[in-house]
Every structure is written in structure tokens, then in C-alpha cells.
């Protein structure tokens, strides 16, 4: 009698009744067992195609001989018909070719590869290869740039989502016209011989530093180390897939894995969570109150005082407006602060503590939740840069003040500003009562608080990101 799917039971009922009549070390049990697990540990609740193609490749990634992976396939395969019922065909039928063709992998340099990037950190403005290891790290953050990307890189064009990238093309003089982050002799020689050049630079400094390539040396094979990176950041295999451009020979088995059409943001946060995994000493921002009576000069000098050097490494960002009145005839001009009290400052996530240690009398620093031991609260990178980019535009019908949002009901649905003085901000919108064409937007500075401010945006402008 043919068992009809998903109305009786799913197959992933069926697989474990099966589990029950299995020998404990039957093939078929290790099978079924290995296919569960990942269901569960992905949250899958239907066997679609895909869903088979990653728990392939993830069994293979993992170490499994190709001939394991393959008696794994015809096991699971044979139990899938037994459930569709006789004379029926499905996903496993459509993906037996993929399984033959599994190619092995040989290298196991990748890993201990990965494990020699600590070694580039050493490297400051004073090496002779101090642009090499930038460009190496900046491929490395980045698995979606190329080596022409990289040629081309322009601080107007330069990518700022991710700290890391940013930390980069920040540490490189934009001043006197320079155009070109990197200076590879743009113009001077052909791109393709460009290319050439760097390439072999970089497989001189990363077998300087103890790297090992097997199958030669590539863009590939710095790629090759960031996808090693992404799977110890627990990123999924789909996502993996959607940020890299060719696979590396080291992982052939991410060919199985389907492309799929990842949201552009979706893209960036996987490449700061591995940049993250990679490099946690980023420079972040972060916001501080000022506590009664204190001024933003009054913080400036204590660090000055108290630690010496450290202002070069902190960077204070206290947003002001220009308002002009008049006393005794004369005309004065004054800064005022658009959110009063909240200095925003940007430094590594190590030395906020030692920072408030010494200026603690002053300010003190917001922390993703009220306990005293929670860790402090950082602003994203992408949100910060709209928000600076913004505050020069501000007029003085628009309005910001801080709130708090522990249990405050945010309505509006996940969109993104295209045109007009807010271009590029996303978040969440609210019309302002009786105020048509008004829109509240908001700047997260920790879980509860956020700032808001108020400004004008046509519809025609506002485009769902859901």
C-alpha cells in the first residue's frame, strides 16, 4: 500500500519511526541519525532539495569520505521511496548525479592557515609590506571583492558596513586628491599586469608568515580561509554560498550548495559576523552620558589628563547645530548639542573599561541592559554613518530627543529611504500625529534607548525591505 506524504505523517515522522526497528549499527541508522541531526540543529522541518544538498556538503566539509557520504545519500534515499510509495520519484532521484560527482578534499592547510592571520596583526604603518597586509585583510573581510575590486577601490567607492573594512581604508591618507586607496600605480600599468604583481606579493607575505597553499596560490585561497572562518562562526552553509563568488578547490562540496538570492544587508551582516570571528579589536562606536553639569570638553580633557596618547586612538563625536542670536547688538553664534548629554565616541570593545575607569566621575557608558555586568551597548557601523551623514543636514523644524524604548511599541514596517535628506537610512517609520508627511526615525544607542528625530520624506521615497 503506498503511503501518501504529508497527509499520514512528514517524513521526518516516518524516518523515526524507522530509527526504532533499525540495528544500533546499521548503516541505515547512521544515516538517518546524521540527516536528523541536521535537520534540527537548522530548523528545517520539510526535506526539500536544498535542504539535502547542504546536509551533503556539511557531512563532507565536515571530514566524511565521499564514499561514506555517498552510502549515507542511498540509504536515506531508499527510506525517502519507501515513504513517497512505489513508482513515485522525488528530490533524492534529482540530486543522485551531484552525489557521484563529489570530488575529495585533500587540504587540510586551510584551518591552520586561518590560525596564521594573527601573525598579520603585528604588521603596523612602519612595515615595508604594511599596504600588502591591508589589501590581504581587506580580501579576507570581504570574500565578494576581487582583485580588480581591489584595484579599483576609491575612498568614495571604499565599502564602510563593516568596522574591519572601515579600521582599513581609513588607516590610508585621503588628503592632497588622492583617489585610490591603494596605490598599485593606477594608470601607470595595465590592470591585468597589476593584478599579477599583487598576487604575487600576497602569496610572499602569507608564506612569509607560515601559510601553506596546495593547490597553488589564488585569490581563491584567501577566500578559502574566510569560508573556514564563516563555518566556525556557525554561518550557514546557504549563507556562506551567497557571499563567495567562485569556491575554492579546498571546499568542492559548497558546489552542491545552491546560490540563493541573499538581501544585500543580510550579505554584509554574515561578513561582519565572520569579520567579527576574525578580528574583534575593530574600532566600534559607542555613546556615553554626560553626567550633570559635565561638558563635551570636559571629557576631552580628562583623557588628555588622565591617559595620555589615548585621544589619538578615540575618536568624539558630539553632534551640534549652529544658532544664532543676538545680545548688545552683536551677533553670537552658538553650538548646540541636538541629543544634550550623549557623546558618542568610537574605540576597540578592550579599552572602554580601562577609559571609564578614568573618566567614570564623568560619564558613564550605556550597556545593552541594566546590570552592572552586561556588556557595553554598540552602535551599529551602518547606522552610525547615516546618522552622521544626516546630521548636517538637519533643519530646525526637525526634532531629536532621547527615549526609551524598554517597552515602547514600535509600529511601521522594516523600510529603507531612497531619495531627499534621509537617503539611505533604514528602520522603522511612524507618522507624527497630525502632521501628515512627518516621519520619526531613530538611531539605536543601546537595548532600551534610542534617539529619535523628526523630518519630512515623501511616500514616492520610502521603499519595504519586507
Known amino acids: ?17 524507522t530509527l526504532v526497528s533499525e540495528p544500533s549499527k546499521s548503516l541505515t541508522r547512521y544515516a538517518l541519525e546524521s540527516l536528523l541531526g541536521y535537520l534540527r540543529e537548522t530548523g528545517a ?14 557531512m563532507s566539509i565536515e571530514g566524511k569520505k565521499n564514499s561514506t557520504c555517498k552510502r549515507y545519500f542511498t540509504k536515506v534515499q531508499a527510506v525517502y521511496k519507501h515513504w513517497l510509495g512505489d513508482g513515485c520519484s522525488g528530490t533524492f532521484d534529482s540530486l543522485a548525479k ?22 598579520l596583526f603585528g604588521r603596523n604603518e612602519r612595515s615595508d609590506d604594511w ?77 612569509s608568515v607560515g601559510m601553506k597553499f596546495e593547490y597553488g596560490f589564488s585569490r581563491s585561497s584567501i577566500t578559502a580561509i574566510w569560508i573556514d572562518a564563516a563555518l566556525k562562526a556557525n554561518v550557514a552553509l546557504s549563507g556562506i554560498r551567497s557571499c563567495v563568488g567562485a569556491i575554492p578547490p579546498e571546499y568542492p562540496a559548497l558546489s552542491l550548495v545552491g546560490r540563493f538570492d541573499f538581501p544585500v544587508v543580510d550579505k554584509e551582516n554574515i ?8 578580528n574583534c579589536h575593530a574600532k566600534r562606536w559607542f555613546a556615553m552620558k554626560l553626567r550633570p553639569g559635565v561638558k563635551a570638553e570636559n571629557i576631552e580633557e580628562a583623557i588628555k589628563e588622565c591617559l595620555p596618547g589615548r585621544l589619538n586612538t578615540i575618536e568624539l563625536f558630539y553632534p551640534t547645530r549652529a544658532e544664532v542670536r ?8 552658538e553650538n548646540i548639542p541636538i541629543l544634550p548629554d550623549i557623546l558618542f565616541f568610537k ?19 550605556f550597556r545593552t541592559t541594566n546590570a552592572p555586568d552586561s556588556d557595553y551597548s554598540v552602535i551599529s557601523h551602518r547606522e552610525m554613518l547615516s546618522f552622521q551623514r ?54 539605536s544607542i543601546a537595548n532600551n534607548k534610542k534617539a529619535r528625530w523628526t523630518a519630512e520624506v515623501e511616500d514616492v521615497f520610502i521603499q519595504p525591505l519586507d
Open 326 to 333: 543676538k545680545a548688545n547688538k552683536k551677533r553670537i553664534v
Open 271 to 278: 561578513i561582519c559576523q565572520v569579520a567579527d570571528s576574525i
Open 1 to 17: 500500500m503506498n503511503i501518501q506524504p504529508n497527509i499520514r505523517f512528514s517524513f521526518v515522522d516516518f524516518a523515526e519511526q
Open 45 to 58: 522541518d520539510d526535506l526539500e532539495e536544498h535542504v539535502v544538498r547542504e546536509w551533503i556538503a556539511r
Open 131 to 207: 599596504q600588502t597586509v591591508c589589501i590581504c585583510l581587506y580580501l579576507l573581510y570581504n570574500p565578494m571583492a576581487s582583485l580588480a575590486d581591489v584595484v579599483d577601490l576609491t575612498f568614495d567607492s571604499a565599502p564602510q558596513f563593516c568596522p574591519q573594512i572601515a579600521d582599513i581604508i581609513n588607516s590610508f591618507d585621503s588628503s592632497h586628491g588622492r583617489k585610490y586607496v591603494f596605490a598599485l600605480k593606477q594608470g601607470k600599468s595595465r590592470p591585468n599586469e597589476i593584478c599579477r604583481k599583487l598576487t604575487r606579493q600576497l602569496q610572499d607575505l602569507l608564506t
Open 347 to 365: 574605540s576597540t570593545r578592550d579599552r572602554v573599561k580601562s577609559l571609564f575607569a578614568s573618566i567614570g566621575n564623568l560619564a558613564w557608558c
Open 98 to 119: 551531484f552525489v557521484d560527482s563529489l570530488k575529495e578534499t585533500s587540504d587540510r592547510n586551510v584551518s591552520r592557515n586561518g590560525e596564521m592571520v594573527k601573525r
Open 390 to 443: 544626516c546630521i548636517g543636514q538637519f533643519t530646525e523644524d526637525m526634532r531629536m530627543e532621547l527615549i526609551d524604548t524598554g517597552q515602547q511599541l514600535v509600529r511601521g514596517r522594516r523600510v529603507k529611504i531612497t531619495g531627499g535628506v534621509m537617503a539611505g537610512y533604514q528602520g522603522e517609520i511612524i507618522d507624527v500625529e497630525n502632521e501628515p508627511g512627518k516621519r520619526v526615525f531613530f538611531l
